[in-house]
């Protein structure tokens, strides 16, 4: 080391070693880099462990705003040194690429490079308003469906094919509308009108349902069956950060007892 910094750290007799001016700065030197260091990771490890800082939040528009979004101030009031940027859309977003922390995503899984965690199955039911059926009549089958006006959410994978299941049974029909959105909400508020009959999630349709709003139509058959639940993303690919992880907690606890428009019992 003297060589490479052209200076002497230590001067040596036949009777002694002793440590020169320069050498004893360059140890002092080292415990305060020594120390700074170990102060870092104290740091980082404290950071770690509390959660701190901006978590970015991918969630589903319609979905997250009724029932994700109402229950985001009582995360924040758990965390306060978090905020959150949470980011409604109905697209695929690249939870990766795009930098979200985690997502939450309704259907079949398909990107293995994520951590999945199913927070609870999703069924799509169908409804109509009472006003309707007392017009119109109620379907008794599948098919008779094609004899009524349905109120048809274009995102549908099968659209505009319904897929009906029961149990074992499947159905598949065509159907035929006057109001035809790629928005959930607005088809709901048609539906509640009395305009037609609506396929679409469990979750959308609850609170009208609970309010007698809307009553189920066809109740023994689910529409598009097989297509999964809700499930929690994050990146598998780097680690989770205590902001990540105590959302991860808090969600899970949230759905613990069944979905947020699961019927409560009294």
Not at 54 to 76: Q, S, T, V
Not at 91 to 99: C, K, N, S
Request: aromatic share 6%; net charge neutral.
């Amino acid at each position: 080391m003297e060589a490479r910094l052209g200076v002497r750290l230590i001067e040596r007799t036949t009777r002694q070693v002793r440590i020169t001016q320069v050498g004893t700065q360059l140890v002092d030197r080292l415990h305060h880099a020594l120390a700074t260091i170990a102060e870092a990771q104290q740091e980082a490890t404290q950071g770690a462990a509390e959660p701190r800082g901006i978590l970015r939040l991918a969630l589903p528009a319609a979905m997250g705003r009724l029932w994700i979004g109402p229950m985001l101030p009582d995360f924040l009031k758990a965390n306060p040194q978090v905020s959150v940027v949470a980011d409604y859309s109905d697209r695929f977003v690249d939870i990766i690429a795009e930098g979200y922390d985690a997502a939450i995503r309704i259907g079949e899984l398909s990107d293995n490079r994520l951590i999945a965690r199913k927070l609870s199955e999703h069924h799509r039911i169908l409804c109509a308003s009472p006003e309707y059926l007392a017009a119109h009549g109620a379907p008794g089958t599948p098919e008779e469906l094609s004899d009524h006006n349905c109120l048809r959410l274009s995102g549908l994978a099968s659209f505009p094919e319904w897929r009906l299941y029961k149990g074992n049974l499947r159905r598949k029909v065509i159907t035929q509308g006057s109001l035809t959105s790629n928005d959930g909400e607005s088809l709901l508020a048609a539906a509640r009108a009395g305009l037609g009959i609506l396929g679409a999630g469990e979750w959308l349709m609850s609170r009208d349902l609970e309010a007698g709003r809307l009553v189920r139509v066809l109740p023994d058959w689910l529409l598009d069956g097989e297509e999964g639940g809700v499930y929690l993303m994050r990146p598998s690919a780097r680690f989770s950060p205590a902001t990540t992880l105590a959302f991860k907690d808090w969600i899970e606890s949230r759905f613990a007892g069944g979905p947020p428009w699961s019927p409560r019992q009294p």
